[in-house]
Structures are given as structure tokens and as C-alpha cells.
């Protein structure tokens, strides 16, 4: 994920490993799998 900072540089920033798996499990809760998307994580 890419987070702006306040002076408008744009830094990289990668959660740890829980967190992202984490989070894309809440998007596929949200998700009926017939509106799956593939994503790259």
C-alpha cells in the first residue's frame, strides 16, 4: 500500500505478513464469489 506524506512524497509501505493476509480475508468475507477478482497481493 502507498501512503502520501504530508510533505507529498509518496512512501511504500508493506504491512507484516499477518496483517495482509488478514485483510485480504475481510475482503473476501465481503465478496460473493461470483464478484471475485483476482488481486495481486
Known amino acids: ?3 502520501e506524506t504530508v510533505d ?3 512512501e511504500r509501505r508493506v ?3 499477518h496483517e495482509r493476509q ?3 480475508r475481510k475482503l473476501e ?3 460473493s464469489p461470483e464478484q ?3 488481486r495481486i497481493p
Do not use: D, H, N, Y
Open 22 to 24: 488478514t485483510f485480504f
Open 8 to 10: 507529498g512524497s509518496i
Open 29 to 31: 468475507a465481503l465478496e
Open 36 to 38: 471475485k477478482i483476482p
Open 15 to 17: 504491512p507484516p505478513l
Open 1 to 3: 500500500m502507498c501512503v
